[in-house]
């Protein structure tokens, strides 16, 4: 089993439409949770962090359901220019304190 | 502020052939990582460096694959030989643990590789 696991998709979806992206993980110590954003071809970018409480970014919207291990990111009103692939990441500390990487999830917003 | 430099951009080389990757992070951050992503996956963590020590490097093949930090700035990954399935994108990435946010990785452009 993976450590991070989310739905590869694709999501194609209309401009305006509301999309939600699920990820799980496996490892109950894990301590801090992220979503990234990566554009084809680019490098992967910090897009918010996710707390138990749940926060919002404009547009976005990220909850962590510890109980389950589950994390969430909602996009409300989607534009055009949110076609990417969205990381879902979990931060191991101890030692090294690492990254653990989901495989993405790509959305394709439509005209 | 500069963001991480890495180059070269695009390499085409045959299996067992050698290649090697630079890296140049962010000025000031301690931490860099070497991360492989194969397409349709996400990143995953090759080598982990603190200054010029490695501080994980449980995921790298180091049968063939080699890095080295010498003097806490600038890293070099290498492979040799080259084997099919080393065709992916190397990103790097710099983090500063003594910053708030410190979590925060940020990336170079990557390199992308292909193995013939």
């Known amino acids: 089993r993976k450590e991070v696991e989310q739905d590869p998709g694709p999501f194609n979806v209309p401009e305006g439409a509301t999309v939600a992206f699920n990820c799980t993980y496996s490892n109950s110590a894990s301590q801090s949770f992220f979503w990234y954003r990566q554009d084809c071809r680019k490098e992967p970018k910090l897009l918010m962090s996710v707390y138990s409480s749940g926060n919002e970014d404009g547009r976005f919207t990220a909850q962590l359901n510890r109980a389950s291990q589950y994390i969430s990111l909602l996009i409300r009103d989607s534009k055009l220019s949110d076609s990417a692939t969205y990381l879902c990441v979990v931060f191991h500390s101890g030692n090294t304190g690492k990254l653990i990487f989901g495989q993405g999830t790509t959305l394709q917003v439509k005209p | 502020e500069a963001g991480v430099a890495q180059s070269p951009r695009y390499k085409i080389i045959e299996k067992r052939q050698s290649v090697a990757f630079w890296c140049n992070p962010i000025s000031g951050h301690a931490t860099l990582y070497w991360y492989q992503q194969i397409l349709g996956q996400g990143p995953k963590l090759l080598i982990q460096?603190?200054?010029?020590?490695?501080?994980?490097d449980s995921q790298l093949p180091k049968d063939r694959f080699s890095a080295e930090r010498l003097k806490g700035v600038d890293s070099t990954l290498k492979i040799q030989p080259a084997k099919l399935e080393d065709s992916a994108v190397y990103l790097c990435?710099?983090?500063?643990?003594?910053?708030?946010?410190?979590?925060?990785?940020?990336f170079g452009p990557g390199t992308r590789l292909t193995v013939t």
């Open positions: 460096f603190q200054n010029n020590g490695v501080v994980d």
């Open positions: 990435a710099s983090s500063n643990p003594g910053q708030t946010n410190s979590y925060e990785q940020y």
